[in-house]
Structures are given as C-alpha cells and as structure tokens.
C-alpha cells in the first residue's frame, strides 16, 4: 500500500474523532461540579422531555422520510433495506 | 435505495483502513486512515474512560400499525418493539418490522408496471452497561424480493459532569445485496404477472460505513440540547435499477427513455441539533435543524418544531411541524438534450431540488390493564402526519403527450402517514 499524506485523510473524521476523544478523556481526570444539582432536574426527568419518548414512531418516521429525501443521517436511528419505489 | 449511515470508533482503533471517500465522478479510492495521534486518543478513551454509572432503558413492549399513502404508493404493516433487561448491566432489544408494499407511483408507470411487495426487518440489539459507560451493538436484516441488506452497528455512551452530558461514539456497516425483478411468465390477459422472478443477468452490491458523533447536554434546569454529526461512506451500485432517465428524442412524445448511470461512490456530512424546552405550565417546546450535504452535491436543510402538551392526567397530546428543503444532485436532470450527453445521469427524484411540508399531530392515552400487576404503564397512541412535496425541476412525464416533452406540469405529492401503537412498561 502506497503512503498517503495527511491531505488526502478525511479532514471532518478526524476532527471529529479528535473532539470526542479529547471529551472524553478530559471527562475521567475533570472535576467539573453539576451546574444544575441532581435535586433541581425534575422537569428534565418528565417523560415529556425525553429525546427517546415512543422511539417506535420516530423509528418510522425516520425511515419513512429516508426514503424519500436525499439527504440521512445526524438522527441517531440506524435501519437497513430499502423499500423505496 | 438506501444510503448506509451512523458511525464510529473501533474501526479506527483497529486501525482498520476506512472506504474510500472519493468524490462522486471518481472511481479510484482515497482511505480516511487516522493519525496514530487520533488513534491514541481513541485508543485511550475507550480504555481509561471513568468508571461511575448509567442507565439502561425500561422495559418496554410496543406494537404497532403503521401506513403511507400517496403520489400512488400505500406501504402499511405492522412492527413489533420488545426491550428487556437481564440483571443490572444488561439490556436486550428486539424489533420485527414489515413493510407491504403496493406501488403505482409516477416512476414505476413511467418505466415500469405496479407491483405488490413484502419488505421484512428483524433486528436484535444489546446494550452493556459498565460504569456510566454504556456499550451498545446490534444486528439488522432487511429483506424484499430484490433487496436484501445486513448492517451491524456498535456505540460507546459515556455520562459525565455529574450526568450534565452524554457523549456517543458510533459505527456502523452494512452490506446490500441489490436484484432487479423481471416476469417470467406474464398472464395471458397481459395485465399483471403471476410469476416475477430475480433476473439472472443483474446481481449487484453495496457497502455503507457510517460514523457518528453525539452529544446530549443538560444546559438549564428546563432546557437540554441534542447534538448530532455523522459521515457516511457508499460504495457500489447506489442507483434503482427500475427508474430511468429520459432525453430529448424526436417523435413520439418527444422523448426516450435509458438507464440511469450513477457514480459508485458517495460520501456525506450531516449535523443536526436539538432543543427541548421546559414551559411552565408542563408542556415541552421542541426546536431542530439539520444541515446536510454531500459529494453528489445535494444540499438538504431540515427545520422541525414540536410542542407536546400534557392534559387531563392521562392525555399527551403532540403536534410538529416540519419543512424540508434540497438541491438536486449535480448529475440529475428530469431531461436531458441528448442520449449519453454526460458520464453520470439520473432522474430520480429523491435527487431533484423540493421542498416538503409536513404537519403532524399524535395523541396518547395512559391506561391500567386490570389483574395485570406487574405491567405498571400502559399507553395507547394515535399520529397521523401529512406531508406536501412540490418539486422545483422533476415534471409529470405522464403528460407529455399533451404538454410535449420538458413543458409537462411540475410534480406534487400529498402523502398521508398514520400510526396507532400501544406501549406497555413492565
């Protein structure tokens, strides 16, 4: 395999796996103190504010636009097949 | 067909060369291979994350119907959701999902002849918990008549700042299997075919990688943000091979028609972002956007807003709005001057430029199911959604004979979406 320059990788894959990694590490050696205490997130634990609330539709519906648009993905669902004509 | 999508890490960590990521007119493969720095940096967080603790989800069964209809297409069947824990660190997911399919849309009468079909998905799915560290993996497998696809997915989940963030790595890959159907025998009255068969002359494939990158932020005691950036990678044959392009011919209705020619490789960017607001009278306003684009040139911006409203204790009542809007693929054109007039041609039109208009409303009712003690939540739940396309440059081709050939009407679909699911937890 011949060598290939830093020019030629993909240049948005490695930011991003470059920010992730850097995220996370900086989250196992940071003390960073909750700026909302456990004691004050009820509305955020109300079912209404859940981002997976009937992930059965959204499933759907995912796929459903999928099929039909040209642009995918950034949606967190993963599918498969086509069923598209 | 379906682009492969979401993302990941152990690839790379294996240091396993990605696909090639060209651009969409070049045939020969660039790999996204990582730096031994990235691979590091990988390498390390996926050893050394911090070990606190997470949560896997509920329990939970869901069965639904669900149904489209429209621009001549009804696809409806059921799906069938079902999660279980096992212990404390384990959770298992299994989904079968069926599309029935009845298709008279304006491609297939243009190229091709209506035709009745059955799409099934099965997939099983297991989440490991590890800490606040969450590792998940899955398996799907999809198959129709003349399409059948095995994708794979893996994410690693991490909760940190005091569970203020959540952070996801993702991958996945998938592999597609792609026939073209052909009548065998047709009936002697020539109206439909008995007997459709794979033709033995076209078997083709596809391979999807995608990575994904998540971020799910606690900003306020009432506000959350939901960031999401994924790259996927298609390589293979990414056309359909039942719709055709058309160019200009005299005579007749003044067109031809001709296969489509598609590039074998695409690569694409998405980012998206999500905000849920907290109202205080208990109802949750919902924001997102999401900016799209790739090597075949489309760009794609989505705009949705949602406002869910709790009411009489028992109802939950949702309501969305969603505008779509893309350009059309730079080999995309809904006629074309002449035959063979460049390298690569299309026609279809989840290529050509639109915008789409979707409106939403769902309702929800929580129920007891009586001498049934150890189901503690159920729910039943209606949504129907209409969605609105006008294309800007793909023309009813069907009218041509009265219009002539690239003057025929502009296309518009109305389309009907419904869904009824019941939801226990247990």
Same mark, same amino acid.
């Given at each position: 395999?011949?060598?290939?320059?830093?020019?030629?990788?993909?240049?948005?894959l490695?930011?991003?796996?470059?920010?992730?990694?850097?995220?996370?590490?900086?989250?196992?050696? %940071?003390?960073?103190?909750?700026?909302?205490?456990?004691?004050?997130?009820?509305?955020?634990?109300?079912?209404?504010?859940?981002? %997976?609330?009937?992930?059965?539709?959204?499933?759907?519906?995912?796929?459903?636009?999928?099929?039909?648009?040209? %642009?995918?993905?950034?949606?967190?669902?993963?599918?498969?097949?086509?069923?598209?004509? | 067909?379906?682009?492969?999508?979401?993302?990941?890490?152990?690839?790379?960590?294996?240091?396993?060369?990605?696909?090639?990521?060209?651009?969409a007119?070049?045939?020969?493969?660039?790999?996204p291979?990582?730096?031994?720095?990235?691979?590091?940096?990988?390498?390390l967080?996926?050893?050394?994350?911090?070990a606190?603790?997470?949560?896997?989800?509920?329990?939970?069964?869901?069965?639904?119907?669900?149904?489209?209809?429209?621009?001549g297409?009804?696809?409806?069947?059921?799906s069938?959701?079902?999660?279980?824990?096992?212990?404390?660190?384990?959770?298992?997911?299994?989904?079968y999902?069926?599309?029935?399919?009845?298709?008279?849309?304006?491609?297939?009468?243009l190229s091709?002849?209506?035709?009745h079909?059955?799409?099934?998905?099965?997939?099983?799915?297991?989440?490991?918990?590890?800490?606040?560290?969450?590792?998940?993996?899955?398996?799907?497998?999809?198959?129709?008549?003349?399409y059948?696809?095995?994708t794979?997915?893996?994410?690693?989940?991490?909760?940190?700042?005091?569970?203020l963030t959540?952070?996801?790595?993702?991958?996945?890959?998938?592999?597609?299997?792609?026939?073209?159907?052909?009548?065998?025998?047709p009936h002697?009255?020539?109206?439909?075919?008995?007997?459709?068969?794979?033709?033995?002359?076209?078997?083709?494939?596809?391979?999807?990688?995608?990575?994904?990158?998540?971020?799910?932020?606690?900003?306020?005691?009432?506000?959350?943000?939901?960031?999401?950036?994924?790259?996927?990678?298609?390589?293979?044959?990414?056309?359909?091979?039942?719709?055709?392009?058309r160019?200009?011919?005299?005579?007749?209705?003044?067109?031809?028609?001709?296969?489509?020619?598609?590039?074998?490789?695409?690569?694409?960017?998405?980012?998206?972002?999500?905000?849920?607001?907290?109202?205080?009278?208990?109802?949750?306003?919902?924001?997102?956007?999401r900016?799209?684009?790739?090597?075949?040139?489309?760009?794609?911006?989505?705009?949705?807003?949602?406002?869910?409203?709790?009411?009489?204790?028992?109802?939950?009542?949702?309501?969305?709005?969603?505008?779509?809007?893309?350009?059309?693929?730079?080999?995309?054109?809904?006629?074309?001057?002449?035959?063979?007039y460049?390298?690569?041609?299309?026609?279809?039109?989840?290529?050509?430029?639109?915008?789409?208009?979707?409106?939403?409303?769902?309702?929800?009712?929580?129920?007891?199911?009586?001498?049934v003690?150890?189901?503690?939540?159920?729910?039943?739940?209606?949504?129907?959604?209409?969605?609105?396309?006008?294309?800007?440059?793909?023309?009813?081709?069907l009218?041509?004979?009265?219009?002539?050939?690239?003057?025929?009407p502009?296309?518009?679909?109305?389309?009907?979406?419904?869904?009824?699911?019941?939801?226990?937890?247990?």
């Open positions: 395999m011949s060598h290939r320059s830093e020019r030629e990788r993909a240049p948005a490695r930011a991003a796996l470059r920010l992730a990694a850097l995220a996370l590490l900086l989250a196992g050696c %940071s003390g960073v103190q909750p700026w909302v205490k456990p004691y004050e997130r009820e509305h955020l634990a109300d079912p209404i504010m859940s981002l %997976s609330r009937n992930s059965i539709s959204a499933t759907y519906l995912d796929h459903m636009f999928e099929t039909r648009e040209g %642009s995918h993905g950034a949606t967190g669902a993963v599918g498969g097949g086509c069923g598209c004509n | 067909m379906r682009p492969g999508r979401l993302a990941a890490a152990a690839d790379a960590i294996d240091g396993v060369p990605g696909v090639p990521v060209t651009g007119t070049s045939g020969s493969g660039r790999r291979a990582l730096s031994p720095f990235t691979r590091t940096l990988l390498a967080l996926i050893g050394a994350g911090p606190l603790s997470g949560v896997l989800p509920e329990d939970e069964a869901d069965v639904m119907y669900h149904s489209y209809s429209g621009g297409i009804t696809v409806e069947g059921p069938v959701l079902i999660r279980k824990k096992v212990g404390d660190s384990l959770s298992f997911t299994a989904n999902y069926e599309d029935m399919i009845s298709s008279a849309s304006i491609d297939v009468r091709a002849s209506p035709y079909e059955i799409r099934r998905q099965k997939s099983i799915g297991v989440d490991y918990l590890h800490g606040k560290t969450t590792y998940s993996f899955g398996y799907i497998n999809s198959v129709e008549p003349d059948r696809a095995d794979t997915y893996y994410s690693v989940s991490q909760d940190m700042f005091g569970d959540t952070v996801t790595l993702g991958y996945k890959r998938a592999w597609d299997r792609i026939y073209r159907d052909i009548c065998n025998a002697p009255t020539g109206t439909y075919c008995p007997d459709i068969i794979n033709d033995p002359t076209f078997h083709q494939q596809a391979d999807h990688r995608g990575y994904s990158f998540g971020a799910s932020q606690i900003l306020t005691r009432n506000t959350l943000i939901d960031l999401n950036y994924e790259i996927d990678t298609d390589e293979g044959y990414l056309a359909n091979p039942y719709r055709e392009i160019y200009l011919s005299p005579g007749g209705l003044g067109f031809t028609l001709a296969p489509q020619v598609y590039p074998n490789t695409r690569t694409s960017n998405a980012a998206s972002v999500l905000l849920k607001y907290y109202l205080p009278w208990r109802a949750v306003l919902t924001a997102q956007y900016y799209y684009h790739d090597t075949w040139a489309v760009v794609g911006d989505t705009f949705e807003l949602g406002y869910t409203l709790p009411v009489w204790h028992r109802w939950v009542f949702d309501t969305t709005l969603r505008y779509y809007t893309q350009s059309h693929a730079s080999f995309y054109s809904d006629l074309f001057p002449r035959a063979d460049q390298n690569y041609e299309a026609r279809d039109r989840e290529l050509a430029a639109f915008d789409s208009y979707t409106v939403g409303f769902g309702a929800s009712y929580e129920f007891e199911i009586p001498k003690p150890w189901i503690h939540k159920s729910s039943a739940n209606l949504r129907v959604d209409r969605m609105l396309i006008d294309y800007s440059d793909f023309r009813n081709a009218l041509a004979d009265i219009y002539g050939a690239g003057n025929e502009l296309y518009h679909l109305d389309a009907t979406i419904f869904e009824a699911f019941i939801s226990v937890w247990f």
